[in-house]
Nanobody, 124 residues
Framework: QMQLVESGGGLVQAGGSLRLSCAAS????????MGWFRQAPGKEREFLTA????????YYVDSVKGRFTISRDNAKNTVYLQMNSLKPEDTAVYYC?????????????????WGQGTQVTVSS
């Protein structure tokens, strides 16, 4: 079964950048769609972005479009989230997730495997 491990979180000032990584175990990574989510204190988990199995198609919710970029390297079994122009409201625990449905996702449904999360804190 696939396991996901996020890294790259930390403390950054508003306007700064961070790159999150999510390393996957297992040989089926390249057939899975991948997504990034976040959960701020007292809020529900929020779907942010997804990428299809090949990396050729991506989707972003409006709140991160133009600031965040999802990418993947199937040779390294890793998906990335480049976050630029960070805002204090981006503060949350960020999770990567995998879906066996390999096409691009426009919602957070059908993601079955989750990482443990990495904290991102943006100071004003």
């Amino acid at each position: 079964q696939m396991q996901l491990v996020e890294s790259g979180g930390g403390l950054v000032q508003a306007g700064g950048s961070l790159r999150l990584s999510c390393a996957a175990s297992g040989r089926t990574f390249s057939s899975y769609a991948m997504g990034w989510f976040r959960q701020a204190p007292g809020k529900e988990r929020e779907f942010l972005t997804a990428i299809n199995w090949s990396g050729g198609s991506t989707y972003y919710v409006d709140s991160v479009k133009g600031r965040f970029t999802i990418s993947r390297d199937n040779a390294k079994n890793t998906v990335y989230l480049q976050m630029n122009s960070l805002k204090p409201e981006d503060t949350a625990v960020y999770y990567c997730a995998a879906s066996p449905i390999g096409g691009v996702h426009t919602t957070g449904r059908n993601f079955k495997t989750w990482g443990q999360g990495t904290q991102v804190t943006v100071s004003s």
